[in-house]
């Protein structure tokens, strides 16, 4: 039997909030507040099973983590641990910062109150829906006893009703939240409208939605604007989400600041006169150290050049080494001891 998908009611509770901050360094960084989230995705249901819940909340979770949040996750719950894990969200607000809970799965309204349905529900009639469904009304006061800043609250819950012809009081989707001072109420589509599944591995509008919350430096305004726009495009204007604003401050979700490093300052480069003593400092010509000298008498490496010159020119004494001089000889001979010697030192035969 094909059910008929009725609208994805999304309810988002803002307030003055950043899901992502990168502050530049050097700069004065906003104090850090505790981000925490609930994620629910229910698909396993018995009559009805849905396909894109579970993904849906699975996708949910990575993206807030990538924004810095603390996630909670439950897949397929029943009414007890999607209770036990509200109270417990409940709790963990209490010691301040943001709360953002997102639901996925079937979820009805009945006589103007909204609830989310468990996999293990069994409803037959509007009596049961308050004892097998758990009322939304119970994550909004534990929000409210919270008395955290900010809370986010995002109910994906309409995707078809499968107890809508039990249920005299119910209603297609959800029922419409007024935006309070400080927040944004967005619904994937009118009230009362039909919303689209997605062919996809999530909902039309959480994938929209995705795309959006990871786009850096968009107000929460143009982040709703552009999943608006893609939504209805993608749709043919079957569906056109709509949202309920009572915002009162800037929003700016995912802020990213692009911080350049500084290039090292380069090394300072060698003077004239270094570069000229560099040249000639291990020659051995001394018209080189006496250009030097004539340039630079009181230059930094005078003393230097005139070692180094006195070296150059002082005449060598090695042995072996050639002389081009005039030679200063005296040759002392002994009296030959025979008439026959006629040089000094040699006989003669």
Request: a positive charge; hydrophobic letters at 40%; charged letters at 20%.
């Amino acid at each position: 039997m094909a059910w008929i998908r009725t609208s994805v009611a999304i309810t988002v509770v803002v307030g003055t909030w950043l899901l992502a901050v990168a502050a530049p360094a050097g700069a004065q960084a906003a104090r850090e507040e505790p981000r925490i989230a609930l994620v629910m995705g229910n698909s396993a249901y018995r009559e009805t099973p849905l396909r894109n819940p579970v993904n849906d909340a699975r996708a949910m979770a990575r993206t807030l983590r990538e924004l810095g949040f603390t996630v909670l996750t439950h897949e397929n719950a029943s009414k007890r641990t999607m209770e036990g894990a509200i109270v417990e969200f409940g709790r963990r607000l209490a010691e301040g910062g943001v709360g953002f809970f997102y639901y996925a799965g079937h979820g009805l309204q009945v006589r103007g109150r909204n609830f989310l349905v468990p996999v293990d529900a069994d409803i037959d009639s509007e009596a049961t829906t308050r004892i097998a469904a758990v009322d939304v009304d119970l994550l909004l006061e534990q929000m409210a006893e919270a008395k955290n800043r900010v809370n986010v609250v995002i109910l994906d819950a309409c995707r078809n009703n499968p107890f809508e012809r039990r249920l005299r009081g119910a209603s297609r989707g959800l029922a419409a939240v007024d935006a309070a001072r400080g927040t944004l109420v967005a619904y994937a589509t009118a009230p009362g409208s039909v919303a689209a599944d997605g062919e996809g591995a999530n909902g039309l509008y959480t994938e929209e939605l995705l795309q959006a919350l990871r786009v850096p430096n968009l107000k929460v305004e143009e982040v709703f604007k552009r999943v608006r726009i893609g939504v209805t495009e993608r749709s043919k204007g079957a569906q056109t989400p709509w949202e309920s604003s009572s915002l009162t401050g800037d929003l700016v979700v995912n802020v990213t600041v692009n911080i350049t490093t500084p290039a090292a300052p380069p090394a300072p480069a060698p003077d004239r006169e270094s570069l000229f003593w560099m040249s000639i400092k291990d020659g051995s010509d001394p018209a080189a150290f006496e250009a030097y000298l004539k340039q630079y008498p009181n230059g930094a490496f005078a003393s230097l050049a005139r070692q180094r010159m006195a070296s150059v020119t002082q005449p060598s004494r090695a042995l072996g080494t050639r002389f081009d001089g005039t030679w200063n000889v005296t040759i002392q001979c002994p009296p030959p001891r025979r008439p026959r010697a006629t040089r000094c030192g040699f006989r003669s035969r």
